[in-house]
């Protein structure tokens, strides 16, 4: 089959949705597929030989965040030319209502589409006040996939129509096989994101950490991410900013090792989040892992079977879960031995194949169109 995926942010910038297509695009390539991948980049960015450029993004506020995006009549004369030269059997879109190459995409596309939405935000009004512009692009669609049922909502609540929810998928065995870093071992929490954006909730953990180190003082913190690294201790009392160490950006490989190595890895993300990506990779490491309790999280661990919640942007209470879990071993190998269990579901040997199931679905359903429209012409022309 001959796929095209478009992304709809900048591929030098990570984050969630890029991991999500390059190992979904990497996944149906090893299975024999045809794939090529349209995205955002600047010039100089190193890409792998299945993606295409789109010109240069520039930054967006964007559901709570700041994305890179790629919009303008050079990147529609570029999302054309791609869908020219590709011939593709289904494009795969994620997020088409991103001011971004998906919603280009979805202008300029003919034949079988596959939307999947990852945002989660219930009270979108850009959404709502967008929806007169967003819809003629949107019938367009022939099958949609929401990463949760928190995304799925959004979807149904702003845009009308339904998705089939897939959730993000992740290489189980990657995270699982990785070797622990002994210097990162030893009474360690972990946190991977970016430093400079709040609801990702590194300052909450940082209004924690006091308490933590009070009452572990060999504890420390790990963190992996780019930002300020100066201005994320600032709050921290001068004699314990040397228990948190930056290890700034990380490999995949490094942070699998990262995640294997730690005894708890902390998610105190505040909000904006439609699935979790980085819980998964964690479970995947058999690391414990302590998360706010945003609702997607909460589905991402089983309620809490898979992993411990305390309440959203509650220092006290992170502080409290930390502690408890640094010093109780067997609870923590409870949560790994659950969670290394739980994560099975998400792997892409089943993520994979339920999306694959999607394209054949849209994919035989244009076939079964256009017989039935060339044996139409064709009785027509018969007079039949």
């Not at 997020?95 to 009270?123: D, K, M, Y």
């Not at 600032?234 to 004699?239: D, N, T, V």
């Not at 490999?251 to 904006?272: H, I, W």
């Not at 999306?355 to 169109?369: H, S």
Request: aromatic share 6%; proline share 6%; hydrophobic share 45%.
């Amino acid at each position: 089959m001959k796929i095209g995926i478009v992304c709809p942010y900048s591929w030098d910038v990570p984050g969630g949705v890029q991991f999500h297509i390059r190992d979904l695009a990497e996944h149906l390539i090893r299975l024999g597929h045809e794939v090529s991948v349209l995205a955002p980049a600047d010039d100089d960015t190193p890409l792998p030989p299945y993606v295409v450029s789109a010109g240069r993004a520039v930054p967006v506020s964007y559901n709570g965040s700041v994305a890179r995006l790629s919009f303008g009549f050079l990147s529609a004369a570029r999302v054309r030319r791609w869908l020219h030269d590709g011939t593709f059997d289904v494009v795969h879109i994620h997020e088409p209502t991103s001011p971004s190459l998906g919603l280009l995409t979805c202008w300029a596309a003919q034949g079988p589409i596959v939307a999947t939405f990852h945002t989660s935000n219930p009270r979108s009004r850009a959404m709502i006040a967008a929806y007169p512009i967003l819809q003629p692009a949107l019938e367009k669609i022939s099958a949609r996939i929401a990463v949760s049922e928190y995304a799925r909502r959004t979807l149904v609540e702003h845009l009308g129509g339904d998705a089939v929810v897939i959730p993000n998928g992740v290489d189980v065995d990657f995270f699982a096989r990785a070797e622990p870093k002994k210097e990162w071992q030893g009474e360690t929490l972990g946190f991977i994101g970016r430093i400079d954006e709040p609801r990702k909730g590194l300052p909450v953990l940082m209004r924690a950490l006091p308490k933590i180190l009070t009452e572990r003082p060999g504890a420390r913190l790990l963190v992996a991410g780019r930002g300020d690294e100066e201005e994320a201790v600032a709050s921290l009392p001068a004699e314990m900013r040397s228990r948190v160490e930056f290890l700034g950006m990380v490999s995949d490989e490094d942070k699998a090792r990262l995640l294997r190595s730690v005894d708890v890895y902390v998610a105190p993300n505040t909000g904006g989040e439609s699935f979790g990506i980085i819980l998964v990779e964690a479970l995947s490491a058999g690391a414990p892992v302590l998360a706010s309790d945003l609702d997607a999280f909460a589905q991402v661990l089983d309620q809490g079977a898979a992993g411990e919640l305390f309440a959203n942007e509650d220092a006290d209470a992170l502080a409290d879960a930390a502690i408890a879990l640094l010093g109780d071993a067997p609870r923590r190998a409870e949560l790994s031995a659950r969670g290394s269990a739980h994560v099975r579901r998400f792997d892409w040997t089943t993520v994979g194949a339920d999306i694959l199931a999607v394209y054949e679905t849209v994919t035989d359903g244009a076939a079964a169109v256009d017989t039935d429209e060339r044996v139409g012409g064709l009785r027509a022309r018969l007079g039949l």
